[in-house]
């Protein structure tokens, strides 16, 4: 029924959406940080994907090598961020850190 | 045999990929969710090595399991109050976001199904050289970008980790 090409972006597609679902539901900061990064996994996942079903092309793992620069990069500076809000506001709550004036 | 076992291994790495994400979403504890996410990114790795990727599949393990993942946990020691880690973790448009979310499902799931790709497979071969070689030709200037972006983020994540005593004219204690 799936070719295994459709069972991989299955996966991709799986991880995008409860990513999606956990950013906009949880209320904790660092669970909407595990969403983004369940995001991120499923683009580089489609992008191994694709590099790996076309005839001897690499620029897809390229692609997902800088996906993987980047979390890094976006994981280290959310965790600042949320240790401020964390020590601004005692909580770690999205939701209830809404006052602009630190 | 072999086949059979190597199906085997690849769907047990599909279901603990997505079983495991499921849980970091649904999981009431945020402790929970943090060691859900390593299972979650071993699966990414394991289905990264049945396409042929060993290169990304080390980076994988070694960059989200060793780096984020240990961050994320840092993150949830120095902000979640152990006593209070079994309050309900949704917020209340819970059911609302189920909306948009179950409409890009679906909008994706059709798109996968009924489109017309055209697979051309290939003969797995080893990636590491080849990806280097491609980073410092093709992606060179991608390359050397990135690389400055983790230089900026390291600073700037040490410049807003830091106490705010040294900055004189924002009064601290006003808001805690």
């Known amino acids: ?102 | 045999m072999i086949e059979t076992l190597t199906r085997a291994i690849f769907w047990l790495f599909v279901i603990i990929t997505i079983g495991s994400a499921v849980i970091v979403v649904f999981s009431r504890r945020v402790i929970y969710s943090a060691f859900a996410l390593l299972f979650t990114f071993f699966g990414v790795a394991g289905l990264y090595l049945f396409l042929a990727a060993d290169f990304l599949a080390a980076s994988q393990v070694l960059i989200y399991v060793g780096g984020i993942l240990t961050l994320i946990i840092f993150g949830v020691f120095l902000t979640a109050k152990i006593y209070q880690m079994n309050i309900p973790q949704q917020t209340h448009q819970r059911y609302l976001a189920l909306l948009p979310v179950l409409g890009i499902l679906v909008v994706l799931v059709y798109g996968l199904y009924t489109a017309d790709w055209q697979v051309v497979q290939t003969d797995p071969e080893p990636t590491t050289k080849r990806l280097g070689a491609l980073l410092l030709t093709t992606y060179l200037v991608p390359f050397e970008v990135a690389s400055i972006l983790l230089l900026a983020a390291l600073i700037g994540a040490m410049r807003l980790s830091r106490p705010r005593s040294e900055d004189a004219d924002i009064p601290e204690e006003e808001n805690v």
């Open chain 1, 1 to 102: 029924m799936f070719s295994d090409f459709q069972i991989y972006l299955g996966v991709g597609v799986a991880l995008f959406v409860l990513g999606l679902l956990c950013v906009m539901t949880r209320k904790n900061a660092v669970s909407v940080l595990m969403g983004v990064e369940l995001i991120l996994n499923s683009a580089a996942l489609n992008f191994v994907v694709f590099s790996r079903y076309t005839a001897g092309n690499l620029l897809g793992q390229a692609a997902a090598i800088f996906v993987i620069i980047l979390a890094a990069a976006e994981a280290a500076v959310a965790l600042a961020i949320f240790l401020n809000i964390y020590r601004i506001f005692a909580t770690a709550e999205v939701d209830r850190a809404d006052q602009l004036r630190g």
